[in-house]
């Protein structure tokens, strides 16, 4: 039977997470994997971050079809469809492509005034997904579709900037700009704090304080550590700085780690 390992695999993925996450989170993906099982009918996500479609992935196993996209190949939140195997066109992901128009000739607008926008409007940040711009005045946004009219009604304003929601064809999604860059830093030490340290410029006690605050993720995972050891394809957020992804390791001859990230700062830090 399916389930009959469902428990171990829960077991696991809470040893991953440890006491950073809530289990509401392994709960929730829980039900949605039980739902496609039981119901044999295919159950859509909402929208879920890579670290929270890991965690999904380990409970479903090779049990049920697994299925993700965030309306663009290069999206970061994604919907994940679960089915007893059916192949889906991109429709039943039920992704509405949102067009912000604004007078852009003379606003500028950006994706922390966007994102607050969305989130202080009512609704979930499950219900949207990636916030992208071509960096020539152009925004869009992912989100459910049941939720289209609601931010065509509700969203009238971000920030002081009158704005429209316009829907647009899956043709005419943006091609999102990369602000990121790359980076190279010598460490005598993989641990997170180290590492953090040494890119953010602040003090080790600084980092440990912002641990302490819930301002530091890996693999889109609150930490509640400073001693955590890191590796390859790892991804750091410290919030008001910015993100990085660990693209490689190497040693100098003095024995150091010569690590190569590419990074995404917030504007103040560039």
């Known amino acids: 039977m399916a389930l009959e390992n469902i428990n171990q695999r829960k077991h696991y993925v809470e040893g991953i997470l440890g006491e950073t996450e809530s289990s509401k989170l392994v709960d929730k993906l829980l039900h949605y994997y039980k739902k496609a099982l039981y119901s044999n009918q295919p159950v859509l996500s909402e929208f879920l971050n890579p670290g929270q479609r890991a965690v999904l992935k380990i409970l479903v196993g090779s049990d049920i079809s697994f299925q993700e996209f965030g309306g663009y ?53 499950e219900t949207f997904g990636d916030i992208i711009t071509d960096n020539y005045g152009n925004w869009q946004f992912m989100a459910d579709n049941k939720l289209l009219p609601f931010f065509q009604s509700e969203l009238q304003y971000i920030g002081k900037t009158k ?100 990074l995404w700062q917030a504007k103040k830090y560039r």
């Open 163 to 262: 704005v429209s929601i316009k829907q647009l064809p899956q043709t005419s999604v943006l091609v999102p700009a990369d602000d990121s860059k790359m980076a190279t830093v010598i460490v005598a030490s993989l641990r997170l704090d180290a590492l953090l340290s040494a890119i953010s410029k602040l003090s080790r006690s600084q980092i440990k304080a912002a641990v302490s605050a819930k301002l530091v993720k890996l693999n889109w995972f609150t930490v509640t550590e400073t001693n955590l050891m890191l590796q390859r394809d790892d991804v750091l957020s410290l919030r008001k700085f910015g993100r990085l992804q660990i693209t490689d390791i190497g040693q100098t001859k003095k024995g150091k780690y010569k690590v190569v990230l590419k």
């Open 73 to 125: 190949p290069a999206a970061e939140k994604k919907r994940v469809l679960l089915s007893e195997g059916a192949s889906y066109s991109l429709d039943a992901f039920q992704i509405s492509i949102c067009q912000i128009v604004y007078p852009k000739k003379f606003v500028r607008l950006n994706h922390s005034m966007i994102l607050g926008s969305l989130a202080n409007s009512g609704i979930k940040t």
